[in-house]
């Protein structure tokens, strides 16, 4: 649910100009080879605001259907990596390791 | 005491009873009854009786997750019979029961039993994840093992990594061999330290962990949640707990932020608008403000009942964003005509308000992008007032090319020269349109303004010096430019619009322009020139006589050159009864479909001209593999309506009884010249008929044409005919007392015809009042009287319920 001036990092009241640099900024930081959908959202937010009648166009019919998954994941995007205790690291390895083995198992008798 | 019987002995009894209880699986009672019965007297056949019951009470245990109640079984029976308890199943079960120092002491038979089956090294790995967390299963490993050997260093590196200790941990997991059991936690480990310095390519790193890894499953949820974007919010809250705990930390979340992700676990994926707006606002620190007002704003449009708490939370909207809302709900529901209405008011306000409105100064662009907006909700038939609004949004705002086009194609065929006209506009203001040059070039030359269409090429040209279209019209523009010159008798302007032609044609493929030469010059007697000239033109057809005839004959039509030049004419590359193989004629076909719409009559001329030839060549052309139908809709779409007729009847020489249903079709296309209704009684079953065999032979080709061709005569006869929909209600309607389904088939086959033998002898003056009087309908112009029969039979047949096949079998029979 970002917005186009989110996506490219600039103020709502930025101009041709100004947004034209965000976008050129934003596609180096951003090559399709390292991440395709990030590109591709960057690109798609120029092309919809980068001049003043897109813009114009933009603030009156822009609808986006309301997307809730969507808005808890911005609000969760990775920061600063925290380290588990060992405790936590190992226990998780065993529950989510012998879930998938004894899956393994269960479809091995099956055959 | 003579006894024969002996009475059964209590043995024999609690036997019986035993077994009884085994075969009705009543395998508790049947493993009491057993055990009863072999303290008395260890018989093998009771002992493997016994196993039996054992294995079916351990599955009984199994499916009530009782795993070790149902090892203690499984190993009983397996000492009963003397086999090994070892299979997947027993692995799986000690698992299941945290009996993991029974796998590790039989880790050499677990190994071998697994080998085969592609499991031992998972569950190695298994055992050294395990004895990380476990020291009970770790002592039971031989010092030498390999898990007993790794485990240690593996936990270090752990607790380094854990404690940030990342080079520690770094130098730990290079003493973990490749072979190790722990090879796929040491890659696991290394990648969750390189997440540090660079997420992508410490998840990038996981790729490594081998596909047949127990851990696989666990780095693929790694790589999708722990990524720089952050988690998917509707995956991760179906993760299990610890997982959840473990992503929470990759991605460094605090309180807040576990908080919003518990809550959002708690909505279920259809809950209410509400319920959406209530989170969001509980959660509005976290989520942040403005997307938060961005977010209940969005919802508004679906949940216009949130107004009040909307406004109670972020302040009141204006009047003039509420009818956007409002406008943008109409929109979303589908309602498009009360889209545009509100659309409409929003405009009315956007004036009214004073002129401070940011909106007011940029106030014409508003009304016309509203206008284009409301063009487009209205979906693909634009109404004339739709068209005008358009129109209007282009005095208000004239650099739009999308209304330009729309208005283009949108008067193209009601109003073709109001197209035109906005065609015309369109180069106004974009002058340079590649889009709009090349259909202005379409256009004029359609209107044979030959040199307007070359200038249009030209300045197409001028911006794509590649465009081969463009190259193609500028060269039969100034061909066409030539045959007006010399009809006009200019023949030396003539030559000089050829020579341009020559000029766009650097290679040569062109032979047109070479045969108008010579014809221009054989009509000027430079016979020797002129020869020359079509004997190249002759040469670029590459010696096909079809191809070179075809295209000679084209030019001398179009030029309408009366009297031809015996010389250039004994050139003529047919010779007489040339048997054309199949090779030319599609060669010939191909080249046919080349000539401009301009020398459409031109190439029909010289096809008729050519007509023995091409129907003798569609003796080559296999039947059977419908080679002939690319010429037959070729000629029909030309209106070549007499050679279409004679190439079927030739293609259908060698069908004694019944043609192939599609060459049948296009014959009678032909004969009647595109026009259905010009067939007569007899000749109209024959079509229905044919009709029928083609939907039955489900040839989609042939149908899509019948298809047209019917399509037409509807559309006609509706156009015919005016429906009076009181005098329909007031008219009596004696059908109704008749029910035609109380009579049998043959019988109204027989009403059928004996009313289409009475309608037959009407004069047409009778027949009219016929149709006004029992059809109900109005005619509201003359129709001939083929036509009006066919009406009244679709009516009778529908009224009696019978087919044209009914009809055709009886009158057969009779």
């Keep these: 649910m970002k917005t186009p001036f989110e996506i490219l990092g600039i103020e709502e009241d930025a101009d041709d100009q100004a947004i034209k640099k965000a976008y050129l900024r934003k596609v180096r930081e951003n090559p399709p080879e390292r991440d395709g959908a990030a590109f591709q959202a960057i690109r798609k937010a120029y092309e919809t605001i980068q001049t003043a009648r897109h813009r114009l166009k933009y603030r009156l019919f822009h609808y986006e259907s309301p997307d809730l998954s969507a808005l808890v994941a911005e609000a969760l995007s990775a920061d600063s990596v925290q380290h588990p205790d060992q405790k936590t690291l190992t226990a998780t390895l065993s529950e989510a390791a012998l879930e998938q083995l004894l899956h393994r198992l269960t479809q091995n008798h099956a055959a | ?814």
């Excluded at chain 2, 009705?24 to 493997?48: F, H, M, V």
Aim: one cysteine or more; glycine letters at 6%; charged letters at 25%.
């Design chain 2, 1 to 814: 005491m003579n006894n024969f019987l002996r009475p059964a002995s209590k043995v024999d009894q609690q036997t019986t009873k035993a077994r009884e209880c085994l075969a009705k699986k009543q395998y508790r009672e049947a493993i009491n009854a057993y055990k009863e019965l072999l303290k008395s007297s260890p018989d093998q056949t009771l002992q493997r009786e016994l196993a039996e019951a054992y294995r079916g009470r351990v599955h009984e245990l199994v499916l009530k997750g009782m795993y070790p109640e149902a090892l203690v079984l499984w190993e009983n029976q397996a000492r009963l019979t003397g086999e090994s308890p070892w299979n997947t199943d027993y692995v799986s079960w000690l698992f299941k029961a945290g009996q993991y120092t029974k796998l590790a002491d039989q880790v050499d038979t677990l190994t071998a039993m697994l080998e085969p089956l592609g499991l031992a090294r998972p569950v190695l790995e298994m055992l050294a994840i395990l004895a990380l967390d476990d020291s009970k299963l770790l002592a039971r490993f031989a010092p030498g093992h390999a898990i007993a050997r790794h485990q240690p260093i593996m936990l270090e590196a752990f607790k380094a990594y854990s404690s940030g200790q990342s080079g520690t941990a770094e130098s730990c997991l290079q003493q973990i061999p490749s072979r190790s059991p722990y090879r796929e936690v040491r890659t696991l480990l290394k990648g969750l330290l390189l997440l540090e310095q660079d997420r992508a390519a410490g998840l990038d790193f996981l790729d490594g962990i081998a596909s047949d890894s127990v851990i696989r499953p666990l780095a693929e949820h790694l790589k999708q949640q722990a990524t720089a974007r952050g988690v998917d919010a509707q995956t991760y809250v179906m993760l299990p707990g610890k997982l959840q705990t473990l992503i929470g930390k990759l991605n460094g979340y605090g309180k807040q932020q576990l908080d919003l992700l518990r809550s959002f676990r708690k909505l279920s994926p259809d809950c209410p608008d509400r319920a959406l707006f209530e989170f969001a606002l509980t959660h509005r620190q976290a989520l942040g403000e403005a997307v938060v007002y961005r977010f209940c704003k969005m919802l508004l449009v679906d949940y216009p009942e949130g107004l009040k708490l909307f406004e109670r939370n972020f302040g009141g909207l204006p009047e003039l964003e509420l009818i956007r809302l409002q406008a943008l709900m109409d929109e979303s529901r589908g309602n498009g005509a009360d889209a545009a209405n509100t659309w409409r008011e929003y405009l009315l306000r956007l004036k009214a308000l004073p002129d401070r409105s940011d909106d007011q100064a940029n106030l014409k662009q508003v009304e016309a992008f509203v206008f284009r907006h409301c063009f487009e909700l209205a979906g693909e038939s634009p109404t004339p007032g739709l068209l005008k609004m358009l129109a209007r949004s282009l005095e208000l705002d004239p650099e739009d090319r999308q209304s330009f086009i729309h208005l283009i194609e949108g008067y193209q065929v009601s109003d073709p020269g109001e197209s035109q006209v906005w065609l015309t506009k369109a180069l106004q203001v974009f002058p340079r349109d590649l889009d709009f040059l090349t259909r202005a070039m379409y256009a004029a030359a359609e209107r044979e303004a030959f040199k307007k269409a070359a200038s249009y090429a030209r300045t197409i040209l001028d911006i794509d010096s590649l465009n081969t279209v463009a190259r193609l019209f500028l060269t039969e523009a100034h061909l066409g430019h030539a045959r007006k010159q010399f009809k006009a008798g200019r023949p030396d302007l003539a030559l000089q619009e050829i020579s341009k032609a020559q000029d766009l044609d650097t290679n040569e493929r062109n032979s047109q322009p070479f045969y108008l030469q010579g014809i221009i010059l054989g009509r000027s007697r430079q016979v020797e020139a002129s020869i020359t000239q079509i004997s190249k033109g002759f040469a670029i057809d590459q010696q096909n006589p079809l191809v070179a005839q075809l295209g000679y004959l084209v030019e001398i039509n179009s030029l309408g050159v009366s009297k031809r030049s015996k010389e250039t004419d004994a050139l003529s590359p047919c010779p007489p009864k040339y048997q054309p193989s199949r090779d030319d004629m599609n060669r010939l076909l191909e080249k046919a479909r080349r000539v401009p719409k301009a020398q459409a009559a031109a190439l029909l001329k010289a096809l008729h001209t050519m007509s023995s030839l091409i129907v003798r060549g569609g003796s080559s052309l296999d039947v059977s593999e419908g080679e002939y139908r690319g010429w037959c809709g070729f000629l029909l779409d030309l209106a070549a309506y007499d050679l279409l007729n004679r190439f079927c009847r030739n293609l259908c020489k060698g069908y004694r009884f019944q043609w192939p249903p599609l060459l049948a079709l296009y014959s009678t296309l032909a004969r009647c010249e595109g026009d259905l209704t010009q067939l007569g009684m007899i000749e109209g079953m024959q079509f229905n008929i044919l009709r029928m065999q083609i939907q039955s032979e489900g040839d989609q080709e042939a149908l899509k044409l019948v298809n047209r061709y019917v399509g037409r005569v509807v559309a006609e006869v509706h156009s015919l005919m005016q429906e009076d929909d009181e005098e329909e209600d007031e008219e009596e309607d004696d059908d109704e007392s008749f029910d035609p389904l109380e009579y049998d088939r043959e019988d109204r086959v027989e009403f059928f015809l004996e009313d289409m033998n009475e309608i037959s002898e009407m004069t047409d003056k009778e027949l009219k009042a016929y149709i006004n009087d029992t059809l109900g309908k109005k005619l509201r112009r003359n129709l001939n009287r083929d036509q009006m029969i066919d009406m009244v039979m679709d009516y009778l047949l529908q009224r009696y319920k019978v087919t044209m096949r009914d009809v055709r079998n009886a009158m057969d029979s009779t």
